[in-house]
């Protein structure tokens, strides 16, 4: 499985972003695709998940602002960021899950000035 990610760079605080994940070769039976996200100093966390039915999981930092969706028919995941805060800079880790495994894309720079 390769992801390609897409999005992100800079914005200032309150605008939005919307960052990509495209999943290509071995795709079938991928299950859950997302993000994580990694600040200097800072572990990684969780910011957002889907599962192939649609159910989705959010950070606590980021529910009510961002929103991850999933177009199974193009093996993409899409993570809308609204409301972008200072402290939502960071290094984004798109994700996908398959049959245990974990395979990462490229990070992606989000950097809120403020």
């Known amino acids: 499985v390769q992801l390609q990610a897409s999005g992100g760079g800079l914005v200032q605080a309150g605008g939005s972003l919307r960052l990509s994940c495209a999943a290509s070769g071995s795709i079938f039976g991928i299950t859950a695709m997302g993000w994580y996200r990694q600040a200097p100093g800072k572990q990684r966390e969780l910011v957002a998940a889907?599962?192939?039915?649609?159910?989705?999981n959010y950070g606590n930092s980021v529910k009510d602002r961002f929103t991850i969706s999933r177009d199974n028919a193009k093996n993409t995941a899409f993570l809308q960021m609204n409301s972008l805060k200072v402290e939502d800079t960071a290094v984004y880790l798109c994700y996908a899950m398959k049959l245990g495994d974990t395979y990462w894309g490229q990070g992606t720079q989000v950097t809120v000035s403020s």
């Open positions: 889907i599962i192939r039915s649609g159910v989705t």
